[in-house]
C-alpha cells in the first residue's frame, strides 16, 4: 500500500478499561454515553496509518460514519464480539461510508443499518476481512440495499465475511478493477454475491445459500463503465431459493427465486469446479438485458452490449436443482426429463457476431436455449462442446494487501 507512516500514529482503544468486561443494559449494548462522539472525532482525526480498534461489546450508534483519510484500518475484537448496531440510527445514509484509500475494515459487525451497512468508494486498495453485515430482523424489502459496497475501487479484497439480509446485494462489488472476493458466506439476500460491471475479478471458495440468486454477475447499461473477465469457482452455491423481496425496479427484482449462478449481458466468464445443487429454477442461468424487462422502462445507449458472450462451464458438480422454476419456464421442464437442464440461456445472440460461444464442457450438464426472441417457441437441448481460445488469469493484488492478519 501506498502509505509508509509509521503505525505508531495509531489510534488509541475507543474504551478505556478493555481489559474487564464492560457494563451493558438490558438491551446487551455498552454503557458509554460518549462512545459515538468519541469514535466520530477518532475518525475525523485519522492520519495515513491511523488504527482505530474498538474493543468487544455492542455498540448503538445514531449516525453514519465516515472515513476520508488515506491509510485508515479500522477493527474489532472479531465479528461476534464487536458489534456497532445502527438500530436506532436517525441520520447519514450508511453505516460507514469511506473514500479514503489504503482502507482496512476487520474483525468487526455492522448491523441494523438504514442504508447500506459499509460503502468505499472511488478508491484505491479496500479490505475487508472478517466484517459482518446483518439486518437482523431477516429478509425484508426495508433493509439496506447491500451489504459490503465498494464501488469504483482499484484492487479489491473481500475474504472471510458474513452478509445476511440485504435488500439487493450482500457483497456487490461494482466499476471495479482487479477483484478478489473469496471465502466469504452469504445468506439470506436477494443477490448473495454480485459483481457488476467490474473488470477483472475472481470470486472463490465462498458459500451462498438461501439467498434469491446465488451468484450474479451483471452488466448493466447505464453506469459509466463495462465490465467482464470474472472467474467463479470453488464456491458452494446451494439451494438459493428465497422469494425475491428486492425493492421494484432494482436491478435483482428481475432475478428468478431458485438461481445459482446468474450472468447477464457479461463478456468472458468462467464457472468452473464448484458445487452447485438445489437451486429450483436453474443452477446457471446466462442472459441478455433483453430478458430483464428494462429495455423498455429504461432505454440503453447505443455502445451498451446487452448479450452475453464467451461463457464457460467447467467442471462443476451438479446435484438436483431445475425441479420447480418459476411459471414461465414450467413448460420446457420437458426438455430436460422432467426439470430444467443445469444450465438455461435465454438464447438472444448479437446479430453482428456468428458465435456467442456458451461453452458447457461438463460431463452430463446440458445447455438449454430457451429462445427467447421467439417467446420459447424453439427452445431445444442444443451442442456447446467448446472451450475459450484462452483462459482468464489469476487475479494479484498487492502483497500488503493479501498479508494474512
Same mark, same amino acid.
Request: net charge negative; proline share 5%.
Given at each position: 500500500?501506498?502509505?509508509?507512516m509509521?503505525?505508531?500514529?495509531?489510534?488509541?482503544?475507543?474504551?478505556?478499561?478493555?481489559?474487564?468486561?464492560?457494563?451493558?443494559?438490558?438491551?446487551g449494548f455498552?454503557?458509554?454515553p460518549?462512545?459515538?462522539?468519541?469514535?466520530?472525532?477518532?475518525?475525523l482525526?485519522?492520519?495515513?496509518?491511523?488504527?482505530?480498534?474498538?474493543?468487544?461489546?455492542?455498540?448503538?450508534?445514531?449516525?453514519?460514519?465516515s472515513?476520508?483519510?488515506?491509510g485508515?484500518?479500522i477493527?474489532?475484537?472479531g465479528?461476534?464480539k464487536?458489534?456497532?448496531?445502527?438500530?436506532?440510527?436517525?441520520?447519514?445514509?450508511?453505516?460507514?461510508?469511506?473514500?479514503?484509500?489504503?482502507?482496512?475494515?476487520?474483525?468487526?459487525?455492522?448491523?441494523?443499518?438504514?442504508?447500506d451497512?459499509?460503502?468505499?468508494?472511488?478508491?484505491?486498495?479496500?479490505?475487508?476481512?472478517?466484517?459482518r453485515?446483518?439486518?437482523?430482523?431477516?429478509?425484508?424489502?426495508?433493509?439496506?440495499a447491500?451489504?459490503?459496497?465498494?464501488?469504483?475501487?482499484?484492487?479489491?479484497?473481500?475474504?472471510?465475511?458474513?452478509?445476511?439480509?440485504?435488500?439487493?446485494?450482500?457483497i +456487490?462489488?461494482?466499476?471495479?478493477? !482487479? $477483484?478478489? #472476493?473469496? %471465502? &466469504? =458466506?452469504?445468506? @439470506?439476500?436477494?443477490?448473495?454475491?454480485?459483481?457488476?460491471?467490474?473488470?477483472?475479478?475472481?470470486?472463490?471458495?465462498?458459500?451462498?445459500?438461501?439467498?434469491?440468486?446465488?451468484?450474479l454477475?451483471?452488466?448493466?447499461?447505464?453506469?459509466?463503465v463495462?465490465?467482464s473477465?470474472?472467474?467463479?469457482?470453488?464456491?458452494?452455491?446451494?439451494?438459493?431459493?428465497?422469494?425475491n423481496?428486492?425493492?421494484?425496479?432494482?436491478a435483482?427484482?428481475?432475478?428468478?427465486?431458485?438461481?445459482?449462478?446468474?450472468?447477464?449481458?457479461?463478456d468472458d466468464?468462467?464457472?468452473?469446479?464448484?458445487?452447485?445443487a438445489?437451486?429450483?429454477?436453474?443452477?446457471?442461468?446466462?442472459?441478455?438485458?433483453?430478458?430483464?424487462?428494462?429495455?423498455?422502462?429504461?432505454g440503453?445507449?447505443?455502445? +451498451?452490449?446487452?448479450?452475453?458472450? !464467451? $461463457?464457460? #462451464?467447467? %467442471? &462443476? =458438480?451438479?446435484? @438436483?436443482?431445475?425441479?420447480?422454476?418459476?411459471?414461465?419456464?414450467?413448460?420446457?421442464?420437458?426438455?430436460?426429463?422432467g426439470?430444467?437442464?443445469?444450465?438455461?440461456w435465454?438464447?438472444?445472440?448479437?446479430?453482428?457476431?456468428t458465435?456467442a460461444?456458451?461453452?458447457?464442457?461438463?460431463?452430463?450438464?446440458?445447455?438449454?436455449?430457451?429462445?427467447?426472441?421467439?417467446?420459447?417457441?424453439?427452445?431445444?437441448i442444443?451442442?456447446?462442446d467448446?472451450?475459450?481460445?484462452?483462459?482468464?488469469?489469476?487475479?494479484?493484488?498487492?502483497?500488503?494487501?493479501?498479508?494474512?492478519?
Amino acid at each position: 500500500m501506498r502509505h509508509t507512516m509509521m503505525l505508531a500514529l495509531a489510534g488509541g482503544l475507543i474504551l478505556a478499561g478493555c481489559h474487564q468486561a464492560p457494563k451493558t443494559d438490558a438491551q446487551g449494548f455498552v454503557i458509554d454515553p460518549g462512545f459515538e462522539q468519541k469514535l466520530q472525532q477518532q475518525l475525523l482525526d485519522a492520519k495515513p496509518g491511523t488504527i482505530v480498534a474498538i474493543p468487544a461489546g455492542k455498540y448503538a450508534l445514531t449516525r453514519s460514519l465516515s472515513v476520508t483519510a488515506n491509510g485508515v484500518t479500522i477493527k474489532g475484537a472479531g465479528m461476534d464480539k464487536t458489534v456497532l448496531s445502527f438500530a436506532k440510527q436517525m441520520s447519514g445514509a450508511e453505516g460507514l461510508l469511506v473514500t479514503g484509500d489504503d482502507f482496512t475494515l476487520q474483525d468487526i459487525a455492522l448491523e441494523d443499518t438504514r442504508g447500506d451497512a459499509l460503502k468505499i468508494n472511488g478508491t484505491k486498495n479496500a479490505v475487508m476481512r472478517r466484517v459482518r453485515a446483518e439486518w437482523t430482523g431477516g429478509p425484508s424489502t426495508d433493509n439496506g440495499a447491500y451489504g459490503l459496497y465498494p464501488v469504483q475501487v482499484e484492487n479489491v479484497l473481500i475474504e472471510e465475511s458474513v452478509v445476511k439480509g440485504a435488500s439487493d446485494a450482500g457483497i +456487490y462489488v461494482g466499476q471495479s478493477t !482487479n $477483484i478478489i #472476493v473469496r %471465502n &466469504n =458466506r452469504a445468506e @439470506g439476500n436477494v443477490a448473495g454475491i454480485e459483481i457488476e460491471n467490474s473488470t477483472g475479478a475472481d470470486v472463490y471458495g465462498n458459500t451462498t445459500t438461501g439467498n434469491t440468486g446465488g451468484i450474479l454477475v451483471f452488466n448493466m447499461p447505464d453506469l459509466p463503465v463495462p465490465g467482464s473477465k470474472t472467474r467463479v469457482y470453488k464456491n458452494t452455491i446451494t439451494a438459493n431459493n428465497h422469494a425475491n423481496f428486492g425493492a421494484k425496479g432494482s436491478a435483482v427484482s428481475s432475478v428468478p427465486a431458485g438461481s445459482g449462478v446468474v450472468i447477464n449481458a457479461n463478456d468472458d466468464v468462467e464457472i468452473f469446479d464448484n458445487e452447485i445443487a438445489n437451486n429450483k429454477t436453474a443452477n446457471i442461468i446466462v442472459s441478455s438485458y433483453f430478458s430483464t424487462g428494462f429495455d423498455t422502462q429504461r432505454g440503453r445507449s447505443a455502445a +451498451y452490449d446487452p448479450y452475453p458472450q !464467451n $461463457i464457460y #462451464v467447467a %467442471n &462443476n =458438480r451438479f446435484s @438436483g436443482g431445475g425441479n420447480d422454476p418459476t411459471d414461465q419456464f414450467k413448460p420446457l421442464m420437458a426438455l430436460g426429463g422432467g426439470k430444467l437442464p443445469d444450465v438455461v440461456w435465454d438464447g438472444f445472440v448479437d446479430p453482428k457476431v456468428t458465435d456467442a460461444r456458451i461453452c458447457v464442457q461438463n460431463g452430463d450438464a446440458k445447455l438449454l436455449n430457451v429462445d427467447g426472441p421467439h417467446q420459447f417457441k424453439g427452445a431445444a437441448i442444443v451442442a456447446a462442446d467448446c472451450a475459450p481460445a484462452t483462459r482468464l488469469p489469476e487475479i494479484a493484488l498487492p502483497a500488503e494487501m493479501t498479508r494474512a492478519r
